[in-house]
């Protein structure tokens, strides 16, 4: 797939899902936007891209949202497609504590963000005809596997719905939004959400007993992105392994 002269804008770009999709357009000759608040991780992924875009930012504040998109128009006059990536989790449960802090921090992120650039963008890719790409979860399809992730599901839940909401909207102006739900991947996910748990602890929770890789994921962010899927809109594509069938 050949992305020539497209303009591609990625948040969370700085590593994990984000930077693997980052360096898959760039690769396929887009012009990629690579958005992140870890600078040092930043300059690591546009070494592996094609004279990115690099844009140090927090979209969960409105003025670095705002920033993101006027410096990409900037830099490159047009955008293409919008992969929302960026996002995390954090511990809180109802009964057990830091329920509304939680839920805050990771609603501004997952959730608020994701609404705020896809607003954001709008104007841009009704002009032309783009497309939207939004990371959510497997989590959003399913109750959390322990109390303290009660959060984080419920905001991929509504990532995943934001999505289909949104493709209703914008599907009359020939612009395509779609969703990918990954499983377990190979990420600083863990690292980052200070959890206890191994890879190798998820690979019991699928039915192919393996952990995805990054790239996997981003092969299929390219598809959706692509004119080979011009028919798709309002889905949500699961990669996981099995993991959802195995908890069915």
């Given at each position: 797939?050949?992305?020539?002269?497209?303009?591609?804008?990625?948040?969370?770009?700085?590593?994990?899902?984000?930077?693997?999709?980052?360096?898959?357009?760039?690769?396929?000759?887009?012009?990629?936007?690579?958005?992140?608040?870890?600078?040092?991780?930043?300059?690591?992924?546009?070494?592996?891209?094609?004279?990115?875009?690099?844009?140090?930012?927090?979209?969960?504040?409105?003025?670095?949202?705002?920033?993101?998109?006027?410096?990409?128009?900037?830099?490159?006059?047009?955008?293409?497609?919008?992969?929302?990536?960026?996002?995390?989790?954090v511990a809180g449960s109802?009964?057990?504590?830091?329920?509304?802090?939680?839920?805050?921090?990771?609603?501004?992120?997952?959730v608020r963000a994701v609404?705020?650039?896809?607003?954001?963008?709008?104007?841009?890719?009704?002009?032309?005809?783009?497309?939207?790409?939004?990371?959510?979860?497997?989590?959003?399809?399913?109750?959390?596997?322990?109390?303290?992730?009660?959060?984080?599901?419920?905001?991929?839940?509504?990532?995943?719905?934001?999505?289909?909401?949104?493709?209703?909207?914008?599907?009359?102006?020939?612009?395509?939004?779609?969703?990918?739900?990954?499983?377990?991947?190979?990420?600083?996910?863990?690292?980052?959400?200070?959890?206890?748990?191994?890879?190798?602890?998820?690979?019991?929770?699928?039915?192919?007993?393996?952990?995805?890789?990054?790239?996997?994921?981003?092969?299929?962010?390219?598809?959706?992105?692509?004119?080979?899927?011009?028919?798709?809109?309002?889905?949500?594509?699961?990669?996981?392994?099995?993991?959802?069938i195995k908890r069915a």
């Amino acid at each position: 797939m050949s992305f020539a002269n497209k303009v591609v804008l990625v948040t969370g770009a700085s590593s994990g899902i984000g930077a693997a999709v980052a360096i898959a357009f760039s690769a396929a000759g887009a012009k990629v936007a690579i958005v992140g608040r870890n600078e040092s991780k930043l300059s690591a992924v546009a070494a592996k891209c094609t004279n990115p875009l690099v844009i140090r930012a927090d979209i969960t504040k409105d003025k670095d949202a705002l920033a993101v998109i006027d410096k990409t128009i900037k830099k490159f006059g047009q955008l293409d497609i919008l992969i929302n990536n960026a996002g995390l989790t954090v511990a809180g449960s109802i009964l057990q504590g830091d329920m509304m802090k939680a839920y805050d921090n990771i609603m501004d992120i997952n959730v608020r963000a994701v609404v705020q650039l896809t607003t954001l963008a709008a104007p841009h890719l009704l002009k032309t005809k783009g497309n939207i790409v939004n990371i959510s979860s497997i989590s959003g399809l399913l109750t959390p596997a322990y109390p303290a992730a009660i959060n984080y599901n419920v905001s991929k839940a509504a990532v995943t719905h934001f999505s289909k909401c949104a493709a209703v909207e914008f599907a009359p102006h020939g612009v395509r939004v779609n969703t990918v739900s990954p499983g377990p991947v190979k990420t600083d996910f863990l690292e980052n959400a200070n959890s206890q748990n191994t890879w190798d602890d998820y690979k019991t929770m699928t039915c192919l007993n393996r952990v995805s890789e990054p790239d996997e994921i981003s092969d299929l962010v390219l598809f959706l992105a692509s004119d080979k899927a011009k028919g798709i809109t309002g889905s949500n594509f699961v990669s996981d392994n099995g993991a959802c069938i195995k908890r069915a």
